[in-house]
């Protein structure tokens, strides 16, 4: 065991030194970065909901416990070796508890104990990331304190849940970045390494301006077939967009190395086709000018193409996370303000997270490219459609929904079967659904229509009081997908209809 661990046991240390451990919390690159109000507002709630002064969001390292949020704690790391989420994250999964760390042997002399912080009780939730325990999500208090109930124990866990899946939302902003600076990179390293297959080789000789090549030369340039070029024709096929930089190149190389190596575009080729040159001086007059050059011409058309398909998909990456990370956060607040207590926040937040993640998971699996409307039905219906018979029958053409579409459409699903479960037919063995959907309008201009029937469960009568989840439902989603909703409340069950504009997924 790492002798920084020395004062854990021998067991807590080996979980602690674990190799694939460590890999996943070094990987996150979360450790002494800056304060986050995110991780703030979790820590905020795990208090609230316990009633204990002080919360931590903790990251378990070798030789330090470092706090990427901390409330009533004004230290911002202790050593591992007093550490009591090292004990929490080497128990398992489930929460650990101390209720009077004075009477319990791992700590009874520990400084956190008998000094300043005098800590007494502690409560701590792992975060699992990648499947393993990186840390704590954990409130102490300087009194003992009664084993906490239950359901705290369990709403603990969960915001230890949602601490771990933010730091993997964060983590993807983060790689976003990363991917973007490898993009350039290896664009130089594929510039400089490229072996192509078809290369046309010419010689140049500067004296005369002649070109002695290959045929394939003059076909890459759209020029006469021929063997022999002149210069200053292969400078006019050139598109005009990148005349000047590859003459401003050229110089600059001939003046301060033998080695040239360019890229443009051909004049008048739609679409465009890109030429990739490299070229070496192997000779050069008394004064050091050069007068002779051998090169290869090939052409990187395919290779600009997929340089530009990199691109758009890292752009969509990053609007996404970003989008992902507002829409979360806005789930969050709204239902918090629409919760009676934290338990409710955290049974409908946790729901709709998961509703949300269902619609990222089959786009992430298709790269953005969108999703079919039937499989994104079934997913967020079939948990609410447990059984040996369904109850939710779903029909309709198969038609492929941009992202904003499948995530909203997916959210607004989701909200409808909840509520159906809850209070509408599927609460009634009797009760079923109908979903389906069609096409209207001609093509360029067309719409889809969702139509969601509910029968044979009880009397419907409207809300004295719209939570949330209705909200969401009638209008909350209008500005992302452009939807206009029918959400009544009929006598003999619920009705909802979406109408929403066919968008191309991206291709």
């Known amino acids: 065991m790492d002798s920084r661990a020395a004062s854990l046991p021998a067991d807590v240390g080996r979980f ?4 694939g451990r460590l890999a996943v919390l070094r990987n996150l ?38 706090f990427k949020s901390r409330l009533g704690f004004d230290e911002k790391e202790t050593p591992t070796g007093i550490s009591f989420c090292a004990h929490a994250i080497a128990a398992g999964d489930d929460p650990m508890v101390v209720t009077d760390a004075t009477l319990d042997p791992r700590f009874t002399g ?26 704590t999500l954990c409130v102490l208090d300087r009194k003992p304190r009664a084993f906490p109930a239950d359901e705290k124990i369990a709403q603990l866990k969960t915001l230890a849940e949602l601490a771990a899946s933010l730091f993997v939302l964060k983590d993807g902003t983060r790689n ?4 973007r600076a490898e993009l350039a990179r290896e664009e130089k390293r594929r510039a400089i390494a490229l072996d192509a297959a078809s290369l046309a080789s010419w010689a140049w000789d500067i004296r005369t301006d002649m070109i002695d090549c290959d045929p394939l030369l003059a076909e890459l340039f759209d020029l006469p077939p021929s063997n022999r070029l002149k210069a200053r024709d292969i400078l006019r096929a050139i598109d005009l967009r990148d005349v000047y930089q590859t003459e401003t190149r050229f110089r600059d190389a001939l003046s301060g190395s033998d080695d040239y190596f360019g890229e443009y575009r051909v004049k008048g080729s739609h679409p465009a086709r890109w030429i990739a040159t490299r070229g070496r001086v192997i000779e050069r007059d008394g004064d050091g000018r ?3 050059i051998f090169g290869v011409n090939y052409d990187i058309t395919e290779r600009k193409l997929g340089d530009e398909r990199q691109r758009l998909l890292l752009r969509e990456l990053n ?52 999703i079919g409307i039937a499989e994104l039905a079934r997913i967020e219906t079939r948990a609410f459609d447990a059984g040996g018979q369904s ?31 809850k209070y509408g037919s599927l609460s009634f063995p009797s009760g079923t659904v109908d979903l389906q959907w069609k096409t209207q309008g001609r093509k360029g201009a067309r719409r889809l229509v969702l139509t969601w029937r509910e029968s044979g469960g009880p009397k419907v009568e409207p809300p004295d009081r719209y939570g949330f989840g209705s909200i969401l439902i009638r209008r909350s989603l ?10 009544e409340y009929r006598p003999d069950g619920v009705f909802a209809e979406i109408s929403m504009p066919l968008e191309p997924p991206l291709k």
């Open 16 to 19: 602690v030194d674990d190799a």
């Open 29 to 66: 690159e979360a450790m002494d970065t800056a304060n986050d109000p995110d991780f703030d507002r979790i820590s905020g709630l795990a208090a609230a909901i316990l009633e204990a002064p002080t919360a931590l969001v903790t990251l378990v390292d070798t030789d330090r416990q470092w």
């Open 110 to 135: 520990n400084p956190l104990v008998i000094g300043r912080q005098h800590v007494r009780f502690y409560a701590g939730a792992p975060m699992i990331v990648a499947g393993v325990r990186v840390g």
């Open 176 to 179: 976003g970045a990363i991917a």
């Open 290 to 292: 050069p007068t002779l």
């Open 319 to 370: 609007h996404r996370v970003k989008n992902t990370l507002a829409t979360v956060q806005a789930l969050a607040t709204q239902t918090v303000r629409h919760a009676r207590q934290p338990n409710e926040f955290l049974e409908a937040f946790s729901a709709r997270l998961q509703a949300l993640g269902a619609a990222h998971s089959l786009l992430s699996d298709r790269e953005w490219r969108g």
């Open 391 to 421: 109850r939710i029958t779903i029909s309709g053409p198969d038609l492929l929904l941009s992202p904003d579409q499948a995530v909203g459409l997916g959210l607004i699903l989701h909200e409808l079967a909840s509520n159906a479960l």
């Open 478 to 487: 209008a500005k992302v997908i452009a939807s206009e909703v029918t959400h």
